[in-house]
């Protein structure tokens, strides 16, 4: 199910979505545009499997618009970036010398925008090697390029992921989908934005850079350097972080909240995280999450949750949960399957004061009485 | 207030808080205390203010946030 997540963020269209009362879900079997009526907490949703990814024709639409990146064929080596030239003005036609024309289209590029030493070179004339969308938003409003790549050989690396367009300047790539197996490094995104948030000081870049390679899901993998994550991380669709090392972290505070475009994330098995005190918007306000597992987590001595599941209003499925020792809430996640709330409660460590998992009425109603007392009984309050 | 064993239930039109958390249902863990919640008008529950979040996602996805 794809997501219309501007109008979903924004609630424009239903005026008052994101809150947390009590709904009706909407059940669709189709794809298709669905809005739902109107009322509080309702978005538009959008739902639709996507097998072919052909922006030729979308002149003119809106982002909401953009297909479902993460169910695109993953069977060959293809690689698609997103790119924003939102900040750089460009006239695509004239500096990028690319003439959108109609289906399947091949188009020149100016520069390689992938491949420094003759991994990939994009520059190739090559039909199949050489392909590219492009998707114009909004009229003269920011603009998002989405470039398909298939690549040749067996791919094992990628150096200096750039666009390259104007005076050497890089174009912010927003989002990297694709099949690459093999690929074990990505260096040097010096197209992505500045970084926005520091907290994440004890990732090892070194690991971080075996995200790609040691994953055969590969969708949105971002931030191989740790001055590039915490941006990149906005764009992505899937996060498997196995490969981070979180053990001089002491703090996963706004680590990856707001992910947007977020559905899936699994930190892994093998975390060390003892040290972390906090997790306050750990992975708050990711309205397209419907996957969480922090089953390799250990956070037995955060003193601080704040917000960290606040916002996450499409989280079904919970498939392992850390030793939270202090209250929190997942009553933004109306949707949690009993066996993911049961996951939660197995998952509470003995209290020895009162503390408060909070799950809201929607959920607490989808357990037993006897189910609920295994919370009580380690000393949890369930509100 | 209705209090059932550990339950407790507001009365209608109102809702439970412990000044952190609100709650139409609340089962005390065996630390906790009726004292511990007291009964407030559903209308003065704060809805969560996600407004600038909302700003910034919508920033990112348009391309004007760095």
Known sequence: MGIDIPSFILGTKNGEGGSSVTVEPLSVTENGTYTAPSGKAYSPVTVGVVNEFNFSHAMGTK?????????????????????????????????????????GADITVSRGYVGDSG??????????????????LDGDGPRFWVFRLTCAGNLTQIKNVTTGIVDSNALPIVAIYGNIPNVTTITSYNAFYPPLVTDMLGVKTETVKMWIGTKTKISGKFGITL??????????VSMDLSGLDLSESTTLQ??????????????????????????NNLVANIPCLEELDLSGLDFSGVTNTGYAFQGLNHLVTITGWANIPVSYSLSSSMGLTHDSLMVVINALPEVQTAQTLTLGAANTAKLTAEEIAVATEKGWTVA | MIIRGNELIPDEGMTLTNGETYSKHVYLGKWDSPENWQEIPDED??????????????DILMGVSE
């Open chain 1, 227 to 236: 001055t590039n994550f915490s941006y990149s991380k906005y764009a992505c």
């Open chain 1, 119 to 136: 991994f990939v070179e994009v520059e190739s004339t090559s039909v199949e090697s050489n392909k590219a969308y492009l998707k114009t």
């Open chain 1, 63 to 103: 982002m909401s618009e953009l297909p479902d990146l993460s169910k695109l064929d993953r069977t060959s080596q293809v690689l698609y970036f997103v790119v924003d030239t939102a900040k750089y003005d460009i006239d695509l036609y004239s500096k990028f010398g690319v003439i959108p024309v109609s289906d």
């Open chain 2, 45 to 58: 529950v704060p809805e969560p203010d996600t407004t600038e979040d909302k700003a910034e996602a919508y």
């Open chain 1, 254 to 279: 706004n680590a990856f909240g707001s992910c947007y475009f977020l559905r899936q994330i699994k930190f892994g098995s093998q975390q060390q995280t003892s040290g972390v005190t906090s997790i």
